[in-house]
Nanobody, 120 residues
Framework: QVQLVESGGGLVQPGGSLRLSCAAS????????MAWYRQAPGKERELVAR???????DYADSVKGRFTISSANAKRTGALQMNTLKPEDTAVYYC??????????????WGQGTQVTVSS
């Protein structure tokens, strides 16, 4: 059994910062990728940022230069530093990771989500 738990969401004013954290636990053999997605009301879930074991990072155009993804696979943790937040960043943010348990193939797991609200 694998679990991803996010923390760090909340209410912040435009221009402010938040740091989201993600902790993975369970029968984890290897983590290949860690990513953050978000879903705003009435919109589809979208990729915000991802990073993999090869050091590749990708960001949505809307967050480039403002958000930074990091991960420490040995510690089974990840983070998303969000700076210069805008009202349009308001969404539920989900941690997601591609994980291999001790048996079976790699598969994608999801956290329960954490609300980020940017408003004055």
């Amino acid at each position: 059994q694998v679990q991803l738990v996010e923390s760090g969401g909340g209410l912040v004013q435009p221009g402010g910062s938040l740091r989201l954290s993600c902790a993975a636990s369970g029968t984890i053999f290897s983590i290949n990728e860690m990513a953050w997605y978000r879903q705003a009301p009435g919109k589809e879930r979208e990729l915000v940022a991802r990073t993999d074991n090869g050091g590749t990072t990708d960001y949505a155009d809307s967050v480039k230069g403002r958000f930074t993804i990091s991960s420490a696979n040995a510690k089974r943790t990840g983070a998303l530093q969000m700076n210069t937040l805008k009202p349009e960043d308001t969404a539920v943010y989900y941690c997601s990771a591609v994980i291999k348990e001790y048996t079976g193939p790699y598969r994608r797991y999801w956290g329960q989500g954490t609300q980020v609200t940017v408003s004055s």
